[in-house]
């Protein structure tokens, strides 16, 4: 029924084309060709695909301790799927949250299952960039990843309270600085001890480790993420 009711507002478009798949389809069958899901190796503390297939974690898990468990990805950052999230997140394609959401269920949802995840909690917006934007592009795909995999979605939960410079357009140690106290809970949630963060894109793991680090403090015990994309790793 939700699919159903925001399918009346935005169409199912494919995520690749942009045209109008078949019937029934979410995906034109030429773009599912053109598609590359995350296979291994991945690093298995973020999940960043691996050259190396003898190694464990990337460079970057190495280096630092991240405040989440683990992390999964959908897609690696390129191709194709660069732009269609470029349109999903800037270009008010909201309809394609679906597809993101039921290929991840698919993909992930047994890793999800083993995790114990309890809730999902969708990476926040602050409300001056909500505004201007329109929607929050990770809230659009925790709904649907709810709905796929039968849990609860804590869209209230986590707020962005401090109006951050875009990760992108900064150094991995200012992006560190830039999420400091950025994110705090609305309540206490008793009943929920392990949470599911998910966001569009993951690169350092600044603002993952940002949110978990909010989420821990008010007594979840486990943080694990799920992203549409990823960065690469070493």
């Given at each position: 029924?939700?699919r ?6 935005y169409?199912l478009r494919?995520?690749?084309c942009d ?9 034109c069958p ?9 296979t291994e190796p991945f690093?298995m503390k ?5 050259d190396d297939?003898?190694a464990?974690f990337c460079?970057?898990?190495t280096m630092?301790k991240?405040v ?7 897609f690696?950052?390129?191709?194709v799927?660069?732009?269609s999230l ?8 909201r309809?394609?949250?679906y597809?993101?959401?039921?290929r991840?269920?698919g993909?992930?949802e047994?890793?999800i299952m083993r995790?114990g ?11 001056r960039r909500?505004?201007?934007r329109g929607?929050?592009q990770?809230g659009?795909?925790?709904?649907y990843?709810g709905?796929?995999?039968?849990l609860?979605?804590e869209?209230n939960l ?12 900064l150094?991995?140690?200012?992006r560190?600085?830039?999420?400091k106290k950025?994110?705090?809970c609305?309540r206490n949630?008793v ?6 963060l998910?966001?569009?894109i ?5 603002t993952?480790?940002a949110?978990?680090?909010?989420l821990?403090?008010i007594?979840?015990q ?5 992203c ?6 070493l």
């Amino acid at each position: 029924m939700f699919r159903d009711f925001l399918s009346l507002l935005y169409p199912l478009r494919c995520p690749i084309c942009d045209g109008i798949p078949e019937f029934g389809e979410s995906i034109c069958p030429e773009c599912e060709k053109k598609l590359v899901f995350m296979t291994e190796p991945f690093c298995m503390k973020c999940g960043k695909p691996l050259d190396d297939g003898r190694a464990e974690f990337c460079y970057d898990c190495t280096m630092k301790k991240h405040v989440f468990e683990s992390g999964r990805a959908l897609f690696v950052y390129q191709g194709v799927i660069r732009d269609s999230l470029y349109r999903f997140k800037y270009q008010n394609k909201r309809e394609y949250a679906y597809f993101y959401a039921q290929r991840t269920a698919g993909l992930y949802e047994g890793w999800i299952m083993r995790m114990g995840i309890e809730a999902i909690v969708p990476i926040p917006l602050h409300k001056r960039r909500k505004r201007e934007r329109g929607y929050n592009q990770a809230g659009l795909y925790a709904r649907y990843l709810g709905k796929e995999l039968g849990l609860p979605v804590e869209e209230n939960l986590l707020v962005r309270v401090r109006h951050t410079t875009p990760q992108k357009e900064l150094s991995e140690n200012e992006r560190k600085n830039n999420l400091k106290k950025a994110f705090k809970c609305q309540r206490n949630v008793v009943q929920f001890k392990k949470i599911l963060l998910v966001d569009d894109i993951y690169t350092t793991g600044s603002t993952m480790d940002a949110a978990a680090e909010a989420l821990k403090s008010i007594g979840i015990q486990k943080v694990c993420f799920v992203c549409i994309s990823i960065g690469r790793g070493l």
